[in-house]
């Protein structure tokens, strides 16, 4: 593979644009779009799993964060999501009948890897969501699901965390029809939700003229937060870890509900707020957040869609909309205005985007 990129400037933009390609490959490998039905994954019987433990960094753990929400919400299967290296040494008792679900896009993070084989001698069973397929984590793994985003070179994941979503959330279908927890009628409801992904990552994209400008000014500032309810929580908190991974500008991520017992007291005029709220069942609660912002001069930059945005009735800095979706699959198409913001703000600041100072793309030390 010779690594190219085409005529973009980097290549973690001509990855941020290959999402809805991508996506769509994954999704249609995992998901029966015809049928409308979830292919139940190889190798696990979801019917016997009592408990799953999800674990990863980086991004790779945010996109197992998303997959808490769906996992408990369409399988109604306990869930524990943990940072690899807070896994391999914490000695939480697993259960007999577990599933540990391990997430890389290399397969070959210490820590991640480090995790399996502590999941393994507790005596779980093992599935890992993996790009290389030839990697230690791939190959040490019971059942191995490939997120088939192709090679990634930026050092800030991008394809591969949409495509770890892709494949986490049909996983989370197939679990939910295999538990009796979702019946015929909705499985292909959420196939249905998920085969428009593509289509609305091509809309989210045509708006990168907007977010270059948005990122002009965040490219001034020192410190941004980021906000999100439900799944838009661990957007939130990939929204922020892009932004500091590529433009050094101090970010956080952080439950719209924790604002006032914490970030609030940083709450200035010049402070930014991205917040990311689509016209969900939380939404309402999120408005409230940002009120207590505006109240205080926040700069918001509401992330939402034109019901959102009316009815967020917000004095807001600068309004994102996106078109209306399911809420089930926001979280893949909210990643492409968080990546975008980070991207073009790094652009503005003139850092190197695709190889970010003290990162790297793979840690395979501990
Ligand atoms: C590094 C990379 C991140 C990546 C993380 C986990 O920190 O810079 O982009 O999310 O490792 O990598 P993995 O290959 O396990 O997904």
Redesign the pocket.
Known sequence: YVADKGNHRHFMVKEIHEQPEVTGRTLAHYLDLAEGRARPPEGIDFSRIDRLSIT??????YAGFVAKYWFERFARLPVDIDIASEFRYREQPLSKDGLAIV???????AD?LASLRYARVEGQRIAAVV?VREST?AREADVVLPILAGPEIG???TK??TAQLAVLAATAIAAGRARGSIDDVEEARLVAAFSEVPRLMHEALRLEGQIEALARDLAKVKHCLYLGRGTSYPIALEGALKLK?ISYIHAEGYAAGELKHGPIALIDEEMPVVVIAPFDRVFEKTVSNMQEVAARGGRIILVTDRKGAEAAAIDAAATIILPEMPASVTPLVYSIPVQLLAYHTAVFMGTDVDQPRN?????TVE
């Open positions: 990863a960094c980086g991004t790779a753990f997430i890389s896009q290399s397969g070959e993070t991640t790009n984590i050092v800030a994941s591969a965390f991974e990162l790297a793309k793979s840690v």
